[in-house]
């Protein structure tokens, strides 16, 4: 299954909406573009306008991914509504990278 994902983020321009970059080296290079949106690592809601915004200067094109806790459901909502193709990551970002891994070590990609 992650590799489906993998295969088909390939062919998109992804923006990533987490608290830290350094886990998504490997989403950055498979995706045809990618922009990183910094937010809190707690309380996001704090920062839901300032998210809002940042997504909105977004061409309708880039899939966004979300992994900002309780805050991703109603952005993810509000985005979706706008047009948007937003997939709330959660947790579920940490699978695709040991997934990554281990194609990575089975030379599969």
Do not use: W
Request: with cysteine.
């Amino acid at each position: 299954m992650a590799f489906k994902i993998r295969t088909a983020l390939k062919t998109k321009n992804i923006a990533f909406i987490h608290h830290s970059l350094d886990i998504f080296n490997y989403i950055k290079k498979i995706s045809l573009d990618f922009k990183f949106i910094k937010c809190n690592p707690q309380d996001c809601f704090d920062q839901y306008d300032e998210l809002y915004k940042e997504c909105q200067k977004l061409p309708k094109d880039y899939l966004i991914l979300l992994s900002c806790g309780p805050c991703a459901k109603v952005l993810g909502y509000q985005l979706i509504k706008d047009g948007y193709q937003v997939i709330d990551l959660g947790a579920g970002y940490k699978h695709l990278y040991l997934n990554y891994q281990i194609c990575i070590k089975n030379k599969l990609l």
